[in-house]
């Protein structure tokens, strides 16, 4: 069954995240990332960013895995499509951000096997005042079944 328009605003529940050094460090080691923006806490303060930050791509990793949006997808017609982060203050060690994924749109597309209809995740992340870190966009192709 192809999705509807209907789950455009639907949201997850919030959860909230603990920005820690260890997973932070694995995270750059994992990527091949070596910036000492990440590590090295000396390094960081005399940056521009005074201090810690998270490599750009870190958003992908701070979910648990046990958040859900509640509409039924299947897995099997998923295709990770794109990602985009969208930053308006930097990530640092110590944050605790508060996080909700939303439906932000549904559209459909023509392709050479068929109809596909693309799924647009927005992940916001904000500190407990509210204010917006980062929105982590993720972009589903949601294929056609199989005939």
Do not use: W
Request: some cysteine; charged content about 30%.
């Amino acid at each position: 069954m192809d999705l509807d328009k209907s789950v455009i605003g639907v949201t997850s529940n919030e959860y909230v995240f603990e920005v820690e050094r260890r997973h932070v460090g694995q995270f750059a080691t994992a990527i091949g990332d070596d910036n000492p923006l990440y590590t090295d806490e000396n390094y960081a303060k005399e940056s521009a960013y005074e201090g810690l930050i998270v490599p750009p791509t870190f958003p992908i990793a701070m979910n648990d895995g046990k958040v859900e949006l509640p509409v039924q997808l299947d897995q099997r017609r998923m295709l990770h499509g794109e990602q985009e982060f969208l930053y308006y203050k930097p990530i640092r060690i110590g944050d605790r951000l508060r996080c909700q994924i939303k439906v932000s749109d549904l559209y459909d597309k023509e392709g050479k096997s068929g109809k596909m209809q693309f799924l647009k995740l927005d992940t916001e992340m904000k500190d407990t005042t509210g204010e917006l870190f980062c929105i982590s966009r993720m972009n589903i192709v949601y294929r056609s079944l199989a005939k």
